[in-house]
């Protein structure tokens, strides 16, 4: 019996349009020894001759049929080790977003991060993938590639922000995590469409995507609100997870230009209108913090000028 090999090589040879061909070479060649009444010596040398092309055919169309074959092969086991390493990656990344979920545990969170030495595994897996061949790549393949280096990358110098962040009063910078949580997403994606390795267990959801979920789906972060170039954050915080609505939120302003501010924090005022109504203030709020901060900065870059 064939092996799966073995019947893939002959798969082509079988094709519709092969045997189409190969009944009309029949038909022809009966057609032409009845029409001009060919001896059997002279059907023996048009036998000889035919059979003469058809195995230098056949002699050269194999090597590249086998060589094609191997290519698949290859690029189906990188895909898998590119499976294998995206576990790794995913997984890393969320370790990593989630120590930035909560204002009001950042510090401590990135201590952790930092005591149990987790910014060490962003320079292997960057060895891992950047011994992977691109030119052995399909085009997807080597597209997805580039996206995990880059989400590895982007993972590594965000890790080694860490120390500069707790210097500075404990606090991440929104604009960095809200990247890196795109890029986290995106290494997600990339690898649940990955062949998973024939013995290696790699499940749907890694245990860091799983905790992920947990805090992101009641609690999604809030996209920027923009006033011209500067985009205002604002981070909402539940005493109780099981709470509807939040007790506070810090707001940090990034500018292009000019310094940024905050994160400030805010008690929010008991109110009776959901978290529609606590929205409205805080976004109301946030555009007094862009005014005030945009004069106090052109104050200051005029007395600089003096």
Known sequence: ???????????????????????AFLFVTGLAIRTYGLNSSEIASWVQAFGSILAIIVA??????????????????????????SDDAVE????????????????REMMRYETFHR??????????????????????????????????????????????????GGHSEPDVVRVLRAKRDLVGLIRSRLPVPQGVKSP?????????????????????????????????????FRSAMPDRIY???????????????????????GFKEIEEYVCSYCRVLHEEHLESELIRISEDAL
């Open 1 to 23: 019996m064939l092996n799966d090999y073995g019947k893939s090589l002959f798969k082509p040879w079988c094709s519709v349009q092969n045997v189409v061909l190969f009944l």
């Open 119 to 168: 910014n060490r595994d962003w320079q292997a897996l960057i060895d891992q993938l950047s011994q992977i061949p691109v030119a052995e790549l399909t085009p997807q393949l080597a597209k997805d590639l580039s996206y995990l280096k880059d989400a590895v990358g982007f993972g590594a110098h965000v890790a080694s922000k860490i120390p500069e962040w707790m210097k500075s």
């Open 204 to 240: 749907d959801v890694t245990p860091g995507q799983m905790r992920s979920q947990v805090y992101e789906t009641n609690k999604p972060p809030l996209e920027p609100i923009a006033f011209d170039d500067a985009e205002i954050y604002r981070r909402y915080y539940w005493k109780d």
């Open 92 to 107: 890393s990344l969320h370790l990593l977003s989630g120590a930035f979920y909560c204002p009001v545990r950042e510090r």
């Open 60 to 85: 050269a169309y194999f090597p590249i049929l086998h060589s094609k074959k191997a290519l698949e092969s290859r690029q189906k086991s990188l895909a898998e080790i590119l499976r294998v390493l």
């Open 251 to 273: 707001i940090h302003g990034i500018y292009p230009y000019f310094n940024n501010f905050g994160p400030s924090l805010l008690e929010l005022p008991p109110m009776s209108g």
